[in-house]
C-alpha cells in the first residue's frame, strides 16, 4: 500500500499545480479582457470626438484625433497624404465649408486590439449633405502615444 500512496501523492500535488495554473490562465486572461476593452472604450471615445468635431465644422477638432507628425499616412483614392499639416490642409481644401463637410456617422465598428499599443479599426463613413450622400469605408491604425490614442494611418474608400 506506501508504494501506491507515494503514487498518488505526486498525482494530487500535479492536479493542484495544473489548477493553480488554470486559475492564474483564467486571471490573466480576464485582466487581458478588461485591458482590451479599455483600449476599445478609448479608442470609439476619440472616434466620437472626432465625429462631434466635424459635424460642428471643426476640422482642426476632427484632426487632433490624429498624429500630429510628419509620419502619419492617410491614403484616400489613389492620393497618398503624409504628415499631419499635409492632411488638414487636404481636408480643408476638400471640405471648405461646414455644409461640404455634413454629418459625419462612422458605423460597423471593428476594433481589433495588436498590443497595448496598437490597435486597428474597421469600418463604415458616411456624410448626410444636402444633395448627397457620399459613403465609404475605411481601415484606420491607432497607437497609443504620450497624447493617448491617435490615428496613424487612415486609408479611407
Given at each position: 500500500?506506501?508504494l501506491?500512496?507515494?503514487?498518488?501523492?505526486?498525482?494530487?500535488?500535479n492536479?493542484?499545480?495544473?489548477?493553480v495554473?488554470?486559475i492564474?490562465?483564467?486571471s490573466?486572461?480576464?485582466?487581458?479582457?478588461a485591458?482590451?476593452?479599455k483600449?476599445?472604450?478609448?479608442i470609439?471615445?476619440?472616434?466620437?470626438q472626432?465625429?462631434?468635431?466635424?459635424?460642428?465644422?471643426?476640422?482642426?477638432g476632427?484632426?487632433?484625433g490624429?498624429?500630429r507628425?510628419?509620419?502619419?499616412?492617410?491614403?484616400?483614392?489613389?492620393?497618398?497624404?503624409r504628415?499631419?499639416?499635409a492632411?488638414?490642409?487636404?481636408y480643408k481644401?476638400?471640405?471648405?465649408s461646414?455644409?461640404?463637410?455634413?454629418?459625419l456617422?462612422?458605423?460597423?465598428?471593428?476594433i481589433?486590439?495588436v498590443?497595448?499599443n496598437?490597435?486597428y479599426v474597421?469600418?463604415?463613413?458616411?456624410?448626410?449633405?444636402?444633395?448627397d450622400?457620399p459613403?465609404g469605408?475605411?481601415?484606420?491604425?491607432?497607437r497609443?502615444l504620450?497624447?493617448?490614442?491617435?490615428?496613424v494611418?487612415?486609408?479611407?474608400?
Open positions: 500500500m506506501p501506491i500512496r507515494n503514487k498518488i501523492r505526486p498525482i494530487k500535488k492536479i493542484l499545480i495544473l489548477f495554473l488554470l492564474s490562465g483564467v490573466v486572461a480576464a485582466q487581458n479582457t485591458e482590451v476593452k483600449i476599445e472604450t478609448d470609439i471615445e476619440v472616434m466620437t472626432q465625429t462631434a468635431a466635424w459635424n460642428r465644422g471643426d476640422v482642426e476632427f484632426m487632433a490624429y498624429m507628425s510628419d509620419e502619419l499616412i492617410f491614403v484616400s483614392g489613389d492620393t497618398v497624404t504628415g499631419w499639416q492632411a488638414l490642409d487636404r481644401k476638400s471640405y471648405p461646414k455644409e461640404q463637410m455634413g454629418t456617422t462612422f458605423a460597423g465598428l471593428e481589433t486590439v498590443s497595448k496598437t490597435a474597421l469600418g463604415s463613413w458616411s456624410l448626410k449633405r444636402k444633395d450622400m459613403k469605408k475605411f481601415t484606420i491604425i491607432f497609443k504620450k497624447e493617448g490614442w491617435r490615428v494611418y487612415d486609408h479611407s474608400s
